[in-house]
Structures are given as structure tokens and as C-alpha cells.
């Protein structure tokens, strides 16, 4: 499983599946980097193999979607894969998928084959909280809450 990351300048990050947080663990502030702050990014889970996927098929190759929790700073080498890159939620199954994280999926299969299990997303356009020792940060997807974590 990877998780494949588009951010807000287009470029596509690839996270191994070992740098991914799960929701209800706590996460640690590294001792490295400064100016630590996060962002989230929503994402979808793939559900088939595939390779070449044309942008009309794109939606069946996801069966659910959830928020990732992504921690950034400044003079950070190990972004992509240090424990915690990122913080995936819990999955909601759904029919509906975010057109953007389509449109990365098509993008990628160009040159990679996605798996069942792998992860894309996209960063969205929020701006970028700063992270807080000993805070807790819950992230909601309608009224369901897919992400609770506590900064330690």
C-alpha cells in the first residue's frame, strides 16, 4: 500500500504505508524541523487493480473516503517518510468522490499501477493551523468525526 499526495502545487508525493498514523494514536512532535503546522487533505481508498484508468472508470477504483491529518515544517529533509507523515482517519464507504483526487488517480496510473488498499489524495486549500504541544485536533466529515488525534 502507498499513499500518493497531491499538493497545492501539483506535484505528487509518494508515502510509504510504514509513515502513516492512524486516527486515536498520538503524535509525536519530532525533535527535528521547526515551525511545525498542519494541514488536511482528503482522500480516497482504491478498491481494484489498475493500470491506464481513463477518467470515465475513475470512480469505480474507490469504495471510501476519509481526511488525512498532514504535518509540515520548516527544514523538515524526512517529510515523506518519517513516522507520522501523515494521519489517515477512519474510512466512510460512499459513491461519491471528490472530481480533483479522480483526476490524480487518472494521472497516476499513466506510469504506476494503484492497488487495492493505496491512498490518493489531494491537499486542500485550507490554511495551515500551527501544531500545538498537547493539543487535540478532531477532523469531521459532515457530522461524522473521522479523525481525533493528541499532539504530544
Known amino acids: 500500500m502507498k499513499l500518493l499526495l497531491k499538493d497545492e502545487s501539483g506535484a505528487i508525493r509518494v508515502i510509504a504505508?510504514?509513515?502513516?498514523g492512524r486516527t486515536a494514536q498520538p503524535w509525536f512532535m519530532p525533535d527535528f524541523g521547526r515551525?511545525?503546522?498542519w494541514r488536511k487533505a482528503i482522500a480516497h481508498r482504491v478498491c481494484k487493480l489498475g493500470k491506464g484508468v481513463s477518467a470515465g472508470f475513475a470512480g469505480r477504483y474507490f469504495d471510501a473516503v476519509t481526511l488525512l491529518w498532514v504535518p509540515e515544517a520548516d527544514d523538515?529533509?524526512?517529510?515523506?517518510?518519517?513516522?507520522?507523515?501523515?494521519?489517515?482517519?477512519n474510512w466512510i464507504a460512499t459513491a461519491d468522490f471528490d472530481p480533483e483526487v479522480v483526476d490524480v488517480l487518472t494521472?497516476?496510473?499513466?506510469?504506476s499501477t494503484v492497488k487495492n488498499g493505496d491512498i490518493i489524495a489531494r491537499m486542500l486549500p485550507d490554511e495551515a493551523e500551527p501544531v500545538m504541544i498537547n493539543s487535540h485536533v478532531a477532523l469531521c466529515i459532515g457530522e461524522s468525526e473521522v479523525l481525533g488525534l493528541n499532539i504530544k
Not at 17 to 20: M, R, T, V
Not at 76 to 89: E, H, L
Not at 107 to 111: G, I, L, M, Y
Request: charged letters at 25%; aromatic letters at 8%; hydrophobic letters at 40%.
Open 76 to 89: 523538515n529533509s524526512a517529510a515523506d517518510y518519517m513516522d507520522g507523515a501523515v494521519v489517515c482517519g
Open 17 to 20: 504505508d510504514s509513515a502513516i
Open 35 to 37: 515551525n511545525w503546522r
Open 107 to 111: 494521472e497516476v496510473s499513466k506510469t
